[in-house]
């Protein structure tokens, strides 16, 4: 009887032995919360992951990321940050500003990374750049701060023209900033300025047909998340109604836009995945200073500048960090 119960024992041994070694710890999962579109951030969502491996992570092998991409509708943010709060994901990185503000609403928690161009403390994110307190902290890059300077560079190629647009998504929180801060920069540089609304793919044909209507001499596109997804289709309305037209990121001008300045495309996500990892490795989001990202681009496209008729001032070319002909 005692050898039979042993040999039973020893029988069932044998069939759980076996998982027992080969269970694998549950990776942890990063919820990545994003406003636009994977299509549109899939250059920018690989400098993240290079940042992340910079901390030793590898997606697919010693962690996991749950993505979430709202495709510009800013609306759905909310639930699908809700959703990997319920999820219990380890850490949010929560990429451009809607993104972020939704995540902080959602949870006083699970720590959270933002890359985001807007000033942190001036939304209610964290408390200072240096002591960002709470669960949160990131990576700021000049994004507003540049607006006024990308009416000054449209101003310096086509001097002539006097009235000019802006195009601005109004559910952004930057945009009554952004607003005021080219109508001033816009009278001092006697320019009248037109702000237009766009915040859905039907609004493009209807904004530009607008500023055919009024005669302006240029568009600044206002930095925006859903803009970054259709850069291609700006870059060819820009050139279908002829206007000269700059705006934040390389890709408008790669596209076909006249001209892009402003902060560089990948190099914030590289940094945001960077604290990603460190906050997987324990540090805690109230310890990490906000990065700010100061590295700018000025990027030209002289066949635009071909097409459009007009000719680019030799100091401006060479102030280009890269043309494109």
Do not use: C
């Not at 990065?291 to 060479?318: C, F, M, R």
């Amino acid at each position: 009887m005692r050898r039979r119960e042993f040999i039973t024992l020893l029988g069932g041994a044998a069939v759980t032995w076996p998982f027992t070694v080969r269970a694998q710890p549950e990776l942890p999962v990063i919820g990545l919360l994003n406003s636009t579109s994977a299509e549109a951030y899939a250059t920018r969502i690989a400098a993240f992951r290079q940042g992340l491996s910079e901390t030793g992570y590898i997606e697919g092998r010693n962690v996991m990321i749950e993505y979430r991409w709202a495709n510009g509708q800013y609306d759905r943010l909310p639930g699908m940050a809700a959703d990997l709060v319920r999820r219990k994901v380890a850490v949010i990185a929560a990429i451009t500003t809607p993104s972020a503000l939704a995540a902080k609403a959602a949870t006083a928690t699970i720590p959270i990374v933002f890359e985001m161009g807007t000033d942190p403390v001036a939304v209610g994110l964290v408390e200072s750049l240096s002591r960002p307190g709470g669960n949160l902290t990131g990576v700021s890059l000049l994004s507003v701060e540049l607006a006024s300077k990308r009416l000054e560079l449209l101003h310096e190629i086509v001097p002539t023209a006097t009235i000019v647009a802006a195009l601005l998504n109004p559910t952004n929180p930057n945009a009554e900033t952004l607003s005021r801060e080219l109508q001033a920069a816009a009278r001092t540089l006697g320019l009248q300025l037109h702000v237009l609304h766009a915040s859905a793919e039907g609004d493009f044909d209807m904004v530009f047909a607008t500023i055919l209507k009024l005669r302006a001499g240029g568009v600044m596109i206002g930095s925006d998340p859903f803009f970054n997804g259709r850069n291609k289709q700006l870059a060819e309305l820009a050139l279908h109604y002829a206007v000269p037209t700059i705006y934040q990121y390389r890709a408008f001008a790669a596209a076909g836009g006249l001209m892009s300045y402003g902060s560089s495309f990948t190099e914030p996500l590289r940094q945001t995945g960077a604290y990603t990892g460190r906050i997987l490795k324990g540090e805690k989001p109230a310890d990490l200073p906000v990065q700010q990202s100061t590295k700018v681009e000025l990027i030209i496209n002289l066949k635009t500048a071909k097409t459009l008729g007009i000719t680019v001032p030799p100091q401006i070319v060479a102030r280009a960090d890269e043309v494109i002909e």
